[in-house]
């Protein structure tokens, strides 16, 4: 075990042993496309340092207003790494306090069995009317779709093809009703752990999209508040990264 390891696993065992005298719950921003991880990883939360969660999902652009205009989280699980930095520049987030927690997959989806071939040609193929994206202007994923139709050139000629969810979370609904026949989505929205993902996907090369690195960050109402510090920290934890990455993400 390494030293940081031990740290953890000293501090979560402190945090633990105060149990009931110090239970608390923490008020929780979660990227909608952590919102099953996160689901799965709250109970562990609970057995693991005696606090719970109150958890609140959807778009992280959509959130970075609420906090601003003054929203009581306590800590943000963005989509991205830059809404904590600019949260810690205007005074609304601890400084130091931000970190990658995973780095997301994205994939193509379609609820459609074989309409998503393996290296995403299906783009150019003109079998399909509506394309799903997430709000390039708030959402993460939508951004790197964005960048991945431009890296394949495809921008121009999909654009009136393009149905835009508020989130990633709308995006995948609007995919999986048949609103929209594919479209870009989380692969932790597809694919749980031990089971094949239905429909059809391509998983996006990393090399077509800048990075989707997910910081979570402390806000200023969740200063000197003994559960989201024990989150914060357990989330760096091995047996919280095991269930992340169980999901498709990878480690910052």
């Known amino acids: 075990m390494t030293v940081s390891a031990v740290r953890i696993a000293v501090s979560l065992a402190l945090v633990s042993s105060v149990g009931s005298a110090r239970a608390d719950e923490v008020l929780v921003a ?5 919102a099953t991880p996160m689901a799965r990883l709250a109970d562990a939360y609970t057995a693991a340092t ?11 652009g959509k959130f970075y207003s609420q906090i ?13 790494d830059e809404t904590p930095r600019r949260l810690i520049a205007e005074g609304h987030a601890v400084a130091g306090s931000a970190f990658t927690y995973a780095v ?17 040609a299906v783009l ?3 079998r399909f009317q509506k394309l799903a994206i997430a709000n390039p202007k708030t959402a993460p ?7 991945v139709l431009a890296a394949r ?12 969810g508020e989130s990633v979370a709308q995006t995948y609904q609007f ?37 989707i690195r997910q910081d979570a960050v402390l806000l200023k109402p969740g200063v000197g508040k003994p559960a989201a510090a024990a989150l914060m920290q357990w989330l760096r934890s091995e047996p919280a990264q095991a269930v992340i990455r169980s999901y498709g993400y990878e480690r910052g």
């Open 175 to 211: 995919i999986a009703t048949g609103n929209a026949e594919l479209g870009f989505v989380a692969l932790s929205q597809v694919s749980a752990p031990g089971k094949a993902p239905a429909g059809s996907m391509w998983r996006v090369p990393a090399a077509l999209h800048a990075p």
């Open 153 to 164: 050139g495809l921008t121009a000629a999909l654009a009136p093809k393009l149905v835009t």
């Open 104 to 120: 997301g997959q994205l994939v193509l989806w379609s609820a459609t069995p074989g309409l998503v071939d393996a290296q995403g």
């Open 141 to 147: 994923y939508g951004r790197a779709a964005v960048e």
């Open 30 to 34: 979660v990227a909608a496309n952590f």
């Open 124 to 126: 150019a193929s003109g």
């Open 50 to 60: 005696g606090h719970t969660l109150k958890l609140a999902s959807g778009a992280t």
């Open 68 to 80: 601003v205009a003054g929203a009581p989280f306590e800590v943000l699980l963005s989509a991205d």
